[in-house]
């Protein structure tokens, strides 16, 4: 920036001036009068000239200025406005760092309720009365549900549940176990000729299953009440033949002893 030039006072240069021409001509002859007017005017001019440049001077000293400090302030502004939007732009990221931690929780809640679910289908290995085999987690919950039924004494209600887990799964690894409680819930309900039907079942289709001896000696169970004594008997002997080793056949003796 240009130093401003202050101006000195028109009397002080004036007079100053003039010293400077009289001392140059001390020893002249001293001017005439057109002389001495001319060149007074001449020092005006000069003085007013010097005034002139010194007012342009200082004039565009302050333009100078006026301009930096607008420039200053503007630049202030944009520095303001830079830090505004940068700390709008901050807080737009941390929001969106956010988001996507909360989509990316629910992402994985999702997929852990999707695999939960899927394995709630997916097959099951189980063993019932000794046989193993794959089965659906609801062929498991039914078959265990109606069970619970039947042990709490609800042989009506059990009856109708194994009835309709064998209906609903007829190839189910759980059907020879569920004819056996069937028929044990229709014998407690006194519904003896179905309940042969269902032993009959699960011997025909199940000769060597666990509950197979059971299921011959509860048909002859069913015949005695029915008060079919020669095919219970009959029955009986079939037992002992086919499933001698088993506690059924222990069973099976001690009732032909007394039908004698």
């Known amino acids: 920036m240009r130093a401003a030039r202050f101006p000195m006072p028109a009397k002080t240069l004036l007079t100053l001036l003039l010293s400077c021409a009289f001392a140059a001509t001390g020893h002249a002859a001293l001017f005439e009068d057109d002389e001495a007017r001319r060149a ?7 003085v007013d000239a010097l005034q002139q440049r010194s007012a342009e001077d200082i004039r565009k000293s302050g333009d100078d200025s ?20 940068q700390a709008k732009l901050r807080g737009q990221n941390e929001q969106l760092l956010r988001d996507v931690g ?7 809640d999702i997929a852990q309720g999707v695999d939960e679910r899927l394995r709630q289908f997916e097959p099951v290995k189980v063993t019932v009365d ?7 987690a609801a062929e498991k919950r039914d078959f265990e549900a109606a069970l619970a039924v039947f042990r709490s004494g609800k042989f009506a209600e059990a009856n109708t549940a194994f009835a309709g887990f064998v ?9 020879p176990s569920a004819r056996f ?13 179905d309940a042969i039907g269902n032993f009959r079942l699960l011997l025909s289709g199940s000769p060597g299953h666990a509950r197979a001896p059971e299921a011959a000696l ?15 008997r009959k029955t009986l002997e079939d037992l002992l033949k086919a499933y001698p080793q088993s506690e059924a056949a222990v069973a099976a003796k001690e009732r032909l002893s007394r039908l004698k």
């Open 181 to 193: 409680w069937l028929g044990n819930a229709q014998y407690a309900a006194r519904e003896y000729k």
């Open 130 to 136: 000794g046989l193993e085999f794959q089965a659906d």
């Open 167 to 175: 209906r609903q799964y007829p190839r189910s690894g759980y059907v």
């Open 66 to 85: 006026s301009q930096l400090r607008r420039g200053l302030l503007d630049l202030q502004t944009q520095i303001e406005a830079l830090r505004v939007e």
């Open 40 to 46: 007074i005017l001449e020092l005006r001019q000069r």
């Open 102 to 108: 909360e989509l990316q929780r629910r992402q994985k």
């Open 218 to 232: 509860s048909i002859a169970n069913c015949q005695i009440e029915l008060k079919e004594t020669r095919p219970a």
